[in-house]
């Protein structure tokens, strides 16, 4: 009885145990799996809005529910001196078995005809790996210019220790992230409720504008549910083959 009583607990602590091991990686599985589908679904929906008449950022004061994600036009003068790079930001397309390098994106405000402020992600430049303020080259047009983008509501978020991002009267501004409303109190001018990212391509101005699709990593979402899941099928066959063990052990030990 002894040991069919310790066999009995055994099995009970290894059945909890292998329960919890295949209801965790399951539910990661699954997560990943929605991951995968939000991001299809949202190259899809992008897809649709760009081929949507393109709008004009002059024309009014746009919301961002009237805008995001649609193809925009925009004329005004770039403020050069405001320009913010925001560090940590991989190179949008590489070759393919390459790491992708890292480096900034160049978000500068322009200046529209009425005097409201659009930030624009001018695109992305490579950083220096010796010394991270030795900043890129790029060139910035003078006077009046247009250019041409898809609206976003940021230009996308990394993970940052605290609050990293420097005042407008450091220089240069290298951080982590850009706040829309903190820069807007900042400077105290009229600001657009969204970024602009440029999308022409072949200007000689030292930036890459070639974006990666939205669909970027969908790959890796479903390796990463294969393993989850490939992990909740180990515990439930260990579960299983420990059990037989027992059971046998068990049965022996009753016939002796």
Known sequence: ???????????????????????????????????????????????????????????????????????????????????????????????????????????????????????????????NGLDRVALPAINTPKGVVSIEGTVFATPGKVYEFGNSNQGPGSKPRIQQNLALEQEAKNHGWTQSPYILREVQTGQADGLVREWAPLTTGVDRHYAYAFQWFALAACAFLFWLVTGLRQYRKLSGSISE
């Open 1 to 127: 009885m002894n040991i069919f009583s310790s066999l009995v607990t055994k099995r009970i602590v290894a059945t909890l145990a292998a329960l919890i091991t295949i209801i965790i990686c399951s539910s990661a599985g699954f997560w990943q799996l929605r991951r995968a589908h939000e991001k299809i679904m949202l190259a899809a929906n992008l897809v649709t809005k760009q081929q949507m008449p393109i709008l004009n950022a002059n024309a009014q004061n746009w919301t961002l529910e009237e805008v995001n994600q649609r193809r925009m036009r925009a004329q005004g003068t770039f403020l050069s001196e405001e320009v913010v790079w925001l560090d940590n930001r991989p190179r949008p397309v590489n070759k393919d078995g390459e790491a992708a390098p890292a480096g900034f994106y160049v978000m500068m405000p322009l200046r529209l005809e009425s005097g409201q402020i659009l930030w624009v992600n001018r695109g992305w430049a490579p950083r």
